[in-house]
């Protein structure tokens, strides 16, 4: 028999590690993506048929670039937030789950990355 | 601790029947439970569509030849109907999301209230994809 009490067992074992900080994160990045969202996916269904150049010009407006920066931000971080949790949730063996975790968050930072250099090098470039 | 000789052998188990016997016959699915699976999903589906996105938006920053490639592939009809599930999802997830940000305000708890909400979020969100399509079609 263990003379150790409960609480100096239970000490240090805690699952959260970083307190609320994940959870806030994701409501507030959802927020975000309430008007950001609507207006992303109405702009693809509207400009998905739109040629080249008209895209280019769409792109390059300033508050359309603008607009596009904060939603690959919020949506890219929103993402990587909420598969997170999918894999805490489903995957078992920690070896696995800190890997997939890894693996998710830089896959989404280096999409992230890339789409927003591509969004600011038509801004930035001539038409 | 004694040993459990009770215990089922292991060719027990495998041979009992498992959940996907069960659903349907034995299991009443809830809209409750169908729509938080719902939100799983269609937040794993539009994980997986940022891709696309990023391949969208890279493409018309690389040149006309990379976006003709993608706007070929998009346009086609996998590419238009993955395009309009992709905008259901966005916007189920939407209503839901809301949905759920106002349960984390401390409102609408109760299953009268929850039902409620779950019904309005799929009239919803199908009402707005209907919408967006409509509208961009129309301007």
């Known amino acids: 028999m263990s003379l150790r009490s409960p609480l100096s067992e239970a000490r240090g074992l805690g699952s959260a590690k970083d307190g609320v900080g994940h959870w806030w994160m994701q409501r507030l990045s959802a927020l975000a993506l309430i008007p950001l969202s609507l207006w992303f996916v109405f702009s693809i269904a509207r400009y998905h048929v739109a040629d080249y150049p008209t895209m280019l010009a769409w792109i390059h407006a300033p508050l359309v670039a603008v607009a596009l920066v904060l939603f690959f931000l919020a949506a890219f971080y929103h993402s990587a937030l909420g598969v997170q949790v999918v894999i805490e949730d489903y995957i078992g063996n920690e070896a696995l789950k800190i890997g997939g975790i890894a693996l998710v968050k830089l896959a989404h930072f280096a999409l992230a990355a890339a789409s927003i250099y591509a969004v600011l090098k038509i801004a930035f470039g001539a038409l | ?139």
Not at chain 2, 111 to 137: D, E, R
Request: proline share 4%; with cysteine.
């Open chain 2, 1 to 139: 601790m004694a040993e459990n000789t009770t215990a089922p052998k292991s060719a027990q188990i495998a041979a009992r029947p498992l959940s996907p016997f069960m659903l349907g016959p034995y299991y009443k699915f809830q809209l409750t439970s169908v729509l938080s699976f719902a939100h799983r999903i269609s937040g794993l589906a539009l994980s997986l569509g940022t891709v696309l996105i990023a391949i969208w938006v890279l493409s018309a920053a690389n040149g006309a030849w990379s976006y003709a490639q993608f706007a070929t592939v998009a346009r086609s009809i996998p590419g238009e109907v993955l395009l309009f599930a992709w905008s259901w999802a966005l916007l189920y997830h939407l209503c839901n999301g809301i949905r759920h940000l106002v349960w984390d305000s401390g409102f609408a708890f109760e299953i009268k209230h929850v039902y409620l909400g779950g019904y309005l979020v799929v009239a919803i969100s199908l009402v707005l994809t209907a919408a967006v399509w409509a509208v961009a079609f129309a301007v």
